[in-house]
């Protein structure tokens, strides 16, 4: 009567028929996390380029202007032309700013915030408990 239960462990433990389901239960946390990961670091950093370049874009784009009122124009229009520029960026979640500067020598600060709530970097911050709320990105330009 005892051979029986004995012969059952023994054949059980040489079974190996839900090994890879058991690894894969193991692994696939580790892996997904590795994945996600990779994804939100990729598109944090193509969205902080996008916000450095979307400033350094509006900052060039006010030198043709021939007056302080037609520089302001030209680079506050490139700022609102941002989701057709740069498409990783939502126009609604862009804060931006271009301040002329009467001087020796006369410039431009552009300066650009983007909020990251509704984005994939919102719901990393979210689970991650990252203290990130926007990305920032600024360019001066003298003339």
Do not use: C, W
């Not at 239960?25 to 450095?52: D, E």
């Not at 700022?79 to 057709?84: E, G, I, P, T, Y």
């Amino acid at each position: 009567m005892l051979t029986q239960p004995l012969a059952f462990l023994k054949r059980f433990r040489r079974d190996q028929s839900g090994a890879v389901a058991v690894e894969f239960v193991l692994l696939a946390p580790l892996v997904f996390a590795l994945l996600f990961g990779i994804i939100i670091v990729g598109y944090y950093i193509g969205v902080s380029h996008s916000v450095s370049q979307l400033a350094t874009g509006a900052a060039r784009a006010s030198v043709v202007g021939l007056d302080t009122e037609e520089r302001e124009t030209l680079a506050l229009a490139y700022l609102d032309r941002a989701s057709v520029n740069y498409p990783m960026l939502k126009q609604d979640a862009l804060t931006s700013e271009a301040l002329l500067e009467e001087g020796t020598p006369p410039g431009v600060t552009v300066t650009v915030s983007y909020e990251v709530d509704g984005s994939i970097i919102g719901v990393a911050n979210s689970l991650l408990g990252l203290s990130l709320s926007d990305i920032k990105g600024s360019a001066y330009l003298a003339y």
